[in-house]
């Protein structure tokens, strides 16, 4: 196969004779417009890593193709992409195969995967650019703010929890503090944020900031689940 690669963008593939299936290489972090366009003894695509954007056009007019794989890094598709890519009825994504509806399918399919996409990446994205310290411009509040409203719309996904276990000396004592039921009950499901080394402290962090909700939920979480008979037993209220 050959790719004609500027600056990491694959401005052009040109396949050789037979050649089927394609794997787009890490060194790739965009496709150009109609970079695969009318490519038709295509059947499979498999898009690097390092790949964050799909040009207008990619894979307009590849009436063979009948699987693509997504990494996580894509965050942007642009339009026509897969305009007229007749046999793609499914793509898979972030692991999972996701059928697309068959209405209308050569008409709406560049736009259902640009929404498959941002449903299913843009959140994941979000979280590794926490994890890699890329949100220069917020303060620890509002860092802090968009991972609890993360939290708060259930993508407590492993990579999200691995973040929250590395920033829990701080992360903690926020949720705690501003009485966030919600997300301290997803802790406690999780099982690894509470453990029996901080579960004395959380709760002496709720009974000072007055979260009577917090408390309860900490103190039953100590009893039940790390079998304290007395859990209230070393506190003064």
């Known amino acids: 196969m050959a790719f004609e690669i500027q600056?990491?963008?694959?401005?052009?593939?040109?396949?050789?004779?037979?050649?089927?299936?394609v794997v787009?290489?890490?060194?790739?972090?965009?496709i150009g417009k109609e970079a695969f366009s009318d490519c038709q003894d295509l059947t499979s695509v498999t898009i690097g890593s390092s790949v964050m954007s799909i040009g207008e056009d990619a894979f307009s007019h590849c009436g063979n193709l009948t699987s693509v794989t997504f990494p996580g890094s894509v965050i942007s598709v642009g339009g026509g992409a897969f305009q007229n890519c007749t046999a793609l009825t499914a793509i898979t994504v972030a692991g999972k195969r996701i059928i697309l509806p068959p209405e209308d399918i050569e008409q709406h399919l560049?736009?259902?995967?640009?929404?498959?996409?941002?449903?299913?990446?843009?959140?994941?994205?979000?979280?590794?650019?926490?994890?890699?310290?890329k949100f220069e411009a917020l303060d620890q509040n509002g860092e802090f703010r968009l991972l609890t409203a993360m939290l708060c719309?259930?993508?407590?996904?492993?990579?999200?929890?691995?973040?929250?276990?590395?920033?829990?000396?701080?992360?903690l004592?926020?949720?705690?503090?501003?009485?966030?039921?919600?997300?301290?009950r997803r802790f406690l499901d999780n099982g690894r944020i509470i453990t029996v080394d901080n579960i004395?402290?959380?709760?002496?962090?709720?009974?000072?900031a007055e979260q009577n909700e917090i408390t309860a939920l900490l103190l039953d979480y100590k009893h039940k689940n790390l079998g304290y008979t007395?859990?209230?037993?070393?506190?003064?209220?």
């Open 7 to 21: 600056d990491g963008v694959l401005v052009r593939y040109t396949a050789e004779p037979g050649e089927t299936e």
């Open 24 to 30: 787009i290489p890490e060194s790739v972090t965009s």
């Open 110 to 133: 560049g736009s259902m995967i640009r929404f498959v996409i941002t449903k299913f990446y843009k959140i994941h994205w979000m979280i590794r650019a926490m994890y890699q310290r």
């Open 153 to 171: 719309a259930g993508y407590d996904v492993e990579l999200i929890m691995a973040y929250v276990a590395e920033r829990q000396p701080e992360y």
């Open 173 to 184: 004592p926020y949720i705690l503090k501003n009485g966030n039921a919600d997300v301290l």
């Open 200 to 208: 004395d402290q959380a709760i002496r962090i709720a009974i000072d």
């Open 230 to 237: 007395d859990p209230m037993a070393q506190f003064e209220l």
